[in-house]
């Protein structure tokens, strides 16, 4: 048995993993990261549009701040999120953009004077102040009350990603690429690493760590089509998950985004619709604003799937051979903005559909895209289940985006989530001490190596490939955007009995070491584990909140689903997961449940929450009259971070009071 030893390991080296690894290192911590992939190639460059932090620099993000970033992001949780966390995430992302500029992305920047821009399909100039100049610039989102998702073009994911790899390079941060984490080695109480198998020769190593971070990304590819990248099989999430002491929390919280390119999937930014474009049927009719007439095409991102998956079920879609779709229209905008600003979209346009985007509609329909659920963590990022296992990013249910993410959220939450949760897991490293056990250590090598056995010298019949594809269009077919109790059962049986089948797989190919079948058929098992608590948790919720849509259950209730779903695997025989409940407290919210701005409001009120705002109403009414957001925010519910994120954010319209403020002394 090879063993590593390491202070922090982390599992995953997109930005997530990155940024925790960075954290790690900083403090002096020997640090590994292992990937699948060179950590360049890691699923985070796909990200388009860019990342949500209220830095309020143009004018059409004048008076945000950490306020309304945290009340955005609550109401597209559909309250299902966890506020403290919201809380922390919203006040900590203006500082990540800073520092990742310090790092070297070009964050694209404002330009002073008058400029162009479309606003609900009309074409209108702004001003851009002369202070503004220079500063970074941001784009409307859906679900947002202000334009302060920064960007650089459409390429911001892969902007981050190579300034953070490059950060952990001159850091001298080792990546181990090629390798893949099978198990998590743990004593019930305690993780102490992984089980990794190098892809190239087959190795199994034992890697030790006091804190183990998994930021293995989202568990996408449990469906037929998705934006996420191959490697997205949710792997993570099982290996908690195959402890049957960590938890996965909300793996029902699915989310479909609008505008995935037909056939393919491959995703076109919400971007497109954030600077201005629009959404036709079969008749060229604009048919978001029937449907939404204030935020339109800006929607939450679960509104806009769904109003465009019922206008399809009208009739109104655009035949063609692989089955209804829309139309994306950014033609409006022009070439000079789709070739500087949209350029990933006019290639991806180019290359996968032979068409040009400035002049051409682009073929679109909602596709699975990102993962609100993953392994339950606490505040701090560690699990409140398994001590030393941490998890960061989109494999985290830390909890910031509930039931809906917005947004621009989820590429702010790996850095700023990284950023927080990083500072925590070289706390633990610095304070925990941890006996090493080569001989638990062996005991999950040698299950693991039991498994390959058991794979490649066994007489098997069932195919890897056959189950996963299997699997994959049972989840499209049942478990999609909509979802209702029977196609939700029959779904779980399905899956059963697939999980049943894949006890008895075969490979074709008998090598050890780089083996493609090998590697799915290691996975699939996993896969069908993490795809029935996403079935079983979906079945189990009798309501309608956020991207998880009952149609036989079309009320949020808060009255009786305010919670968070936990789910854990009971043993290794078992066919389906234990499920069980975390209550969110409606006393402890800053923003008790309320309507979301979306549809009617047919929401099931909680029974607190009347008074929770009662009591909100006495507490603000007590404190001094001039006290100030940051007085009133801290009366309300105090959150903790880490001591050299609690700084408060400046901000232009700071920046200009107070010239402002000098000015008027000096007249005096």
Same mark, same amino acid.
């Given at each position: 048995?090879?063993?590593?030893?390491?202070?922090?390991?982390?599992?995953?080296?997109?930005?997530? %993993?990155?940024?925790?690894?960075?954290?790690?290192?900083?403090?002096?911590?020997?640090?590994?990261?292992?990937?699948?992939? #060179?950590?360049?190639?890691?699923?985070?460059?796909?990200?388009?549009?860019?990342?949500?932090?209220?830095?309020?620099?143009?004018?059409?993000?004048?008076?945000?701040?950490?306020?309304?970033?945290?009340?955005?992001?609550?109401?597209?949780?559909?309250?299902?999120?966890?506020?403290?966390?919201?809380?922390?995430?919203?006040?900590?992302?203006?500082?990540?953009?800073?520092?990742?500029?310090?790092?070297?992305?070009? +964050?694209?920047? !404002?330009?002073?004077?008058?400029?162009?821009?479309? !606003?609900?399909?009309?074409?209108?100039?702004?001003?851009?102040?002369?202070?503004?100049?220079?500063?970074?610039?941001?784009?409307?989102?859906? /679900?947002?009350?202000?334009?302060?998702?920064?960007?650089?073009?459409?390429?911001?994911?892969?902007?981050?990603?190579?300034? !953070?790899?490059?950060?952990?390079?001159? =850091?001298?941060?080792?990546?181990?690429?090629?390798?893949?984490?099978?198990?998590?080695?743990?004593?019930?109480?305690?993780?102490?690493?992984?089980?990794?198998?190098?892809?190239?020769? /087959?190795?199994?190593?034992?890697?030790?760590?006091?804190?183990?971070?998994?930021?293995?990304?989202? *568990?996408?590819?449990?469906?037929?089509?998705?934006?996420?990248?191959?490697?997205?099989?949710?792997? /993570?999430?099982?290996?908690?998950?195959?402890? %049957?002491?960590?938890?996965?929390?909300?793996?029902?919280?699915?989310?479909?985004?609008?505008?995935?390119?037909?056939?393919?999937?491959?995703?076109?930014?919400?971007?497109?619709?954030?600077?201005?474009?629009?959404?036709?049927?079969?008749?060229?009719?604009?048919?978001?604003?029937?449907?939404?007439?204030?935020?339109?095409?800006?929607?939450?991102?679960? !509104?806009?799937?769904?109003?465009?998956?019922?206008?399809?079920?009208?009739?109104?879609?655009?035949?063609?051979? *692989? %089955?209804?779709?829309?139309?994306?229209?950014?033609?409006?905008?022009?070439?000079?903005?789709?070739?500087?600003?949209?350029?990933?979209?006019?290639?991806?346009?180019?290359?996968?559909?032979? @068409?040009?985007?400035?002049?051409? +509609?682009?073929? $679109?329909?909602?596709?699975?895209? *990102?993962?609100?659920?993953?392994?339950?963590?606490?505040?701090?990022?560690?699990?409140?289940?398994?001590?030393?296992?941490?998890?960061?990013?989109?494999?985290?249910? +830390?909890?910031?985006?509930?039931?809906?993410?917005?947004?621009?959220?989820?590429?702010?939450?790996?850095?700023?989530?990284?950023? @927080?949760?990083?500072?925590?897991?070289?706390?633990?490293?610095?304070?925990?001490?941890?006996?090493?056990?080569?001989?638990?250590?062996?005991?999950?090598?040698?299950?693991?190596?039991?498994?390959?056995?058991?794979?490649?010298?066994?007489? /098997?019949?069932?195919?890897?490939?056959?189950?996963?594809?299997?699997?994959?269009?049972?989840? =499209?077919?049942?478990?999609?955007?909509?979802?209702?109790?029977?196609?939700?059962?029959?779904?779980?049986?399905?899956?059963?009995?697939?999980?049943?089948?894949?006890?008895?797989?075969?490979?074709?190919?008998?090598?050890?070491?780089?083996?493609?079948?090998?590697?799915?058929?290691?996975?699939?098992?996993?896969?069908?584990?993490?795809?029935?608590?996403?079935?079983?948790?979906?079945?189990?919720?009798?309501?309608?909140?956020?991207?998880?849509?009952?149609?036989?259950? #079309?009320?949020?209730?808060?009255?009786?689903?305010?919670?968070?779903?936990?789910?854990?695997?009971?043993?290794?025989?078992?066919?389906?997961?234990?499920?069980?409940?975390?209550?969110?407290?409606?006393?402890?919210?800053?923003?008790? #449940?309320?309507?979301?701005?979306?549809? @009617?409001?047919?929401?099931?009120?909680?029974?607190?929450?009347?008074?929770?705002?009662?009591?909100?109403?006495?507490?603000?009414?007590?404190?001094?009259?001039?006290?100030?957001?940051?007085?009133?925010?801290?009366?309300?519910?105090?959150?903790?971070?880490?001591?050299?994120? $609690?700084?408060?954010?400046?901000?232009?319209?700071?920046?200009?009071?107070?010239?402002?403020?000098?000015?008027?002394?000096?007249?005096?």
């Amino acid at each position: 048995m090879k063993l590593i030893y390491t202070d922090s390991l982390v599992v995953g080296a997109g930005l997530a %993993g990155l940024r925790v690894a960075i954290a790690s290192k900083e403090r002096g911590l020997d640090t590994v990261v292992l990937s699948l992939i #060179p950590a360049k190639r890691s699923h985070s460059a796909a990200a388009q549009g860019g990342m949500q932090a209220s830095l309020g620099n143009t004018v059409k993000g004048m008076g945000d701040d950490e306020d309304v970033h945290f009340q955005d992001t609550v109401k597209g949780s559909d309250w299902g999120c966890d506020q403290d966390v919201a809380r922390m995430f919203a006040h900590c992302a203006p500082k990540a953009v800073r520092e990742l500029a310090n790092w070297g992305v070009p +964050w694209t920047r !404002v330009t002073k004077g008058p400029r162009q821009v479309v !606003v609900n399909a009309e074409k209108v100039t702004i001003e851009e102040a002369e202070q503004a100049h220079g500063l970074i610039n941001a784009r409307d989102f859906g /679900g947002t009350k202000k334009w302060r998702t920064c960007y650089t073009a459409d390429g911001t994911g892969h902007s981050l990603l190579y300034a !953070v790899d490059n950060k952990a390079i001159e =850091m001298d941060i080792p990546v181990h690429e090629r390798v893949e984490a099978l198990a998590l080695i743990h004593d019930g109480k305690r993780c102490h690493g992984v089980v990794a198998r190098c892809m190239i020769t /087959g190795e199994l190593r034992a890697y030790i760590a006091k804190s183990t971070t998994i930021a293995t990304g989202g *568990y996408g590819r449990i469906y037929e089509v998705s934006t996420n990248a191959i490697i997205c099989e949710g792997v /993570g999430q099982a290996l908690a998950l195959e402890t %049957g002491v960590a938890k996965l929390g909300n793996m029902e919280a699915v989310q479909f985004h609008p505008t995935a390119i037909v056939p393919v999937g491959i995703l076109t930014t919400e971007g497109c619709r954030g600077d201005g474009g629009l959404l036709r049927d079969k008749d060229g009719h604009r048919f978001m604003p029937d449907y939404e007439p204030e935020k339109k095409e800006l929607a939450s991102r679960d !509104v806009v799937s769904r109003r465009m998956t019922e206008h399809m079920r009208k009739g109104k879609g655009v035949d063609s051979p *692989y %089955g209804p779709h829309l139309w994306l229209d950014i033609t409006l905008l022009g070439r000079k903005h789709v070739e500087t600003n949209l350029r990933e979209v006019k290639e991806i346009c180019e290359n996968f559909l032979g @068409i040009d985007p400035a002049k051409e +509609w682009i073929p $679109v329909r909602p596709t699975q895209h *990102y993962s609100m659920g993953g392994i339950r963590t606490d505040k701090t990022g560690q699990s409140p289940h398994l001590k030393g296992l941490f998890s960061v990013g989109e494999a985290a249910c +830390w909890d910031m985006h509930g039931f809906n993410r917005l947004g621009g959220n989820s590429l702010a939450e790996t850095v700023v989530g990284g950023m @927080i949760i990083g500072k925590y897991v070289a706390d633990f490293c610095e304070k925990e001490t941890l006996e090493i056990d080569t001989g638990l250590a062996e005991k999950f090598v040698a299950k693991v190596r039991a498994e390959i056995d058991g794979l490649i010298e066994g007489d /098997g019949t069932e195919s890897a490939f056959e189950i996963k594809q299997q699997m994959q269009r049972i989840m =499209m077919d049942y478990v999609g955007i909509f979802r209702n109790g029977p196609e939700l059962q029959k779904a779980i049986d399905e899956l059963q009995a697939l999980l049943k089948r894949s006890r008895n797989l075969g490979l074709k190919c008998k090598k050890r070491h780089a083996n493609p079948e090998l590697v799915e058929a290691l996975r699939v098992t996993r896969m069908l584990k993490v795809a029935l608590t996403v079935a079983c948790g979906a079945e189990a919720r009798t309501e309608s909140r956020g991207a998880h849509a009952r149609e036989d259950y #079309p009320q949020r209730n808060d009255q009786e689903w305010l919670n968070r779903t936990l789910t854990s695997w009971p043993n290794e025989d078992a066919l389906a997961p234990s499920i069980s409940y975390e209550q969110l407290d409606v006393m402890k919210m800053e923003l008790p #449940p309320g309507y979301r701005g979306y549809g @009617i409001d047919n929401a099931i009120a909680h029974p607190d929450t009347e008074r929770r705002e009662q009591q909100i109403a006495e507490i603000l009414s007590q404190l001094p009259a001039d006290a100030d957001r940051h007085q009133k925010q801290q009366a309300l519910m105090p959150f903790e971070l880490p001591e050299s994120l $609690v700084a408060k954010n400046e901000r232009l319209a700071d920046v200009l009071a107070q010239q402002e403020s000098q000015l008027g002394e000096q007249s005096k």
